[in-house]
């Protein structure tokens, strides 16, 4: 059983930043793409980033040039920087993990591909 346990989320200003992170349980740690996704009131859940083993990323249209994906696989910690960040970006954060061959470059975007999730964190921009 994978365990996902998120931080940093929070209150902000339009163009402050916050760093997320969630740390895992999952062994082996490089057998799993892992994602950032995201769900505001009201809204469906929606992809933000994702990362593989191999530190192959892909984005949302709505964060690229904003949001930094990263990985420490040493470490079993995903990262989230996100910057200059907009009132449209506010929502509840999960990060998400889901089994893939250790060579797998680009990790799928859709929430229904991620079998494991963590509580959330709350991200709220103010305008």
């Known amino acids: 059983q994978v365990q996902l346990v998120e931080s940093g989320g929070g209150s902000v200003q339009a163009g402050g930043s916050l760093r997320l992170s969630c740390t895992a349980s999952a062994y082996p740690y490089s057998n799993y793409c892992m994602g950032w996704f995201r769900q505001a009131p009201g809204k469906e859940r929606e992809g933000v980033a994702t990362i593989s083993y191999r530190s192959g990323t892909g984005y949302a249209d709505s964060v690229k040039g904003r949001f930094t994906i990263s990985r420490d696989n040493a470490k079993k910690t995903l990262w989230l920087q996100m910057n200059s960040l907009k009132p449209e970006d506010t929502a509840m954060y999960y990060c998400?993990?889901?089994?893939?061959?250790?060579?797998?470059?680009?990790?799928?975007?859709?929430?229904?591909?991620?079998?494991?999730w963590g509580q959330g964190t709350q991200v709220t921009v103010s305008s």
């Open positions: 998400a993990a889901k089994w893939a061959e250790t060579w797998t470059w680009v990790c799928p975007s859709r929430d229904d591909d991620y079998n494991y």
